[in-house]
Antibody
């Protein structure tokens, strides 16, 4: 069955780089897009960016200068890297499938704090 | 960017009530709207995509409609398991954008 699972550090220091991994199963990355969505504590959902089935990427313009999304299809993994983290980047980060977000991972809480 | 104006921010209902949430897009989104349910501490769960297509496993008491800029989502006969927050998403144009959410509570 389709599954996505995020992993990464729970705590990141300000100005440092966040690295998250989304490991998927039950579908192919070469046939499906994977997106990242984040949710600050107690707030709404924000689209972060995507890697499409062909390998191209799109990013939220507000984050574009700090963000990189890539993948390793042999390992069924998608990677998010965001640099120059600030406290405003504290959020639950989800990975989700397809452009209508049909399946979601459980999310990983990332806290930016010294 | 397309703005999604979702209302109301919160809703109080009794069991068995019908409730309706609306999302208005800042431009035509060609029916590319999905609706999600989110319970505390959980990931969002897709209920409806492409305005009115119920995702497998979504109870028939949920429905969606609309066109152009204006869309609605309804729950008929609210059940206790429906107490959650609900979000709309437009996926017509990048960046994809969500409504601010509606918190459904029991009266």
């Amino acid at each position: 069955q389709v599954q996505l699972k995020e992993s990464g550090p729970g705590l990141v220091q300000p100005s440092q780089t966040l690295s998250l991994t989304c490991t998927v199963s039950g579908f192919s990355l070469t046939s499906n897009s994977v997106h990242w969505v984040r949710q600050p504590p107690g707030k709404g959902l924000e689209w972060v960016g995507a890697i499409w089935s062909g390998g191209s990427t799109d990013y939220n313009s507000a984050l574009k200068s700090r963000l990189s999304i890539s993948r390793d299809t042999s390992k069924s993994q998608v990677f998010l890297k965001m640099n120059s983290l600030q406290t405003e980047d504290t959020a639950i980060y989800f990975c989700t499938r397809r452009d209508y977000f049909d399946y979601w991972g459980q999310g990983v809480m990332v806290t930016v704090s010294s | 960017d397309i703005q999604m104006t979702q209302s109301p921010p919160s809703l109080s209902a009794s069991l068995g009530d019908k409730v309706t949430i609306t999302c208005q897009a800042s431009q035509n989104i060609n029916k590319y709207i999905a609706w999600y349910q989110q319970k505390p501490g959980k990931a969002p769960r897709q209920l409806i995509r492409y305005t009115s297509t119920l995702v497998s496993g979504t109870p028939s008491r949920f429905s969606g409609s609309g066109s152009g800029r204006d869309y609605s989502f309804s729950i008929s006969n609210v059940e206790s398991e429906d107490i959650a927050s609900y979000y709309c998403l437009q996926y017509d144009n990048l960046p994809y954008t969500f409504g601010a959410g509606t918190k459904l509570e029991l009266k």
